[in-house]
């Protein structure tokens, strides 16, 4: 598989990079050792685990494997070894794609766009920093993605899931199920819900009885 994605001014890929963007920045704004909305996690532990995702197949086991874990944060700590700045130099400057992410360059980059969203407000919702500003274009890459994020995380709750994006008009149902609830929010909130629950995006949960 061709392990480079497609030029920054082709589809979908440029809202990518815009969010690549925005993670450093805010990374750099936070500071290393700035707490995160990841438990145990600050920003340098983010910045590893972005870098690693992209260029470190030894570390990719223990994202889903919990008992090499430790290999996995071990392999993030040498991704920043030489210097928290240089370390944000190297994410910054070479190509967004994650080889972890088995889909084509072409198709694959609704997960990226979802992953450096969300680890940007890890950043920014754990020190209060601006809150993000986004583009119509963006919003609705994030509303599909965060449609299919809530179908992977939230499916052993064994519940009907139904989303929906007032301001656009938009509902989607996540999950089926006799029992469902309705989360509300914009499409960036409802990607943060569904990675971190609703104490940490701005969302009106309708549980069914």
């Known amino acids: 598989m061709n ?6 001014g082709s589809e979908g890929w440029s809202r990518v990079l815009a969010a690549r963007d925005r993670f450093v920045d805010a990374a750099r704004v936070a500071g290393p050792d700035a707490p995160t909305l990841c438990s145990g996690w600050t920003v340098r532990h983010l910045v590893g685990h ?12 223990g994202v889903a494997f919990p ?6 944060e071990r392999r993030m700590d040498a991704a920043t070894a030489s ?3 240089e370390a944000l130099g190297r994410l910054a400057g070479r190509s967004p794609f994650m080889p972890l992410v088995f889909d084509t360059p072409r198709s694959a980059w609704g997960h990226h766009l979802g992953e450096y969203a969300v680890h940007t407000e890890d950043i920014v919702r754990a020190n209060a920093l601006p809150i993000t500003p986004l583009d119509d274009a963006t919003l609705v890459a994030l509303w599909r993605r965060s449609v299919v994020v809530a179908r992977q995380l939230h499916r052993r709750a064994g519940r009907g899931l139904v989303l929906t994006w007032p301001a656009a008009g ?6 089926p199920g006799v029992m469902t609830d309705h989360v509300v929010g914009s499409p960036l ?3 943060v819900w569904a990675h971190r629950g ?5 969302v009106r949960v309708v549980r069914a009885p």
């Open 3 to 8: 392990s480079s994605p497609p030029t920054r």
């Open 50 to 61: 972005l870098l690693t995702l992209r260029r470190d197949p030894l570390s990719w086991p």
């Open 83 to 85: 210097g928290f700045e």
């Open 67 to 72: 008992p090499l874990a430790a290999l996995t």
């Open 189 to 191: 909130e409802l990607l």
């Open 198 to 202: 609703p104490e940490a995006a701005d």
């Open 170 to 175: 938009l509902e989607a149902r996540a999950l």
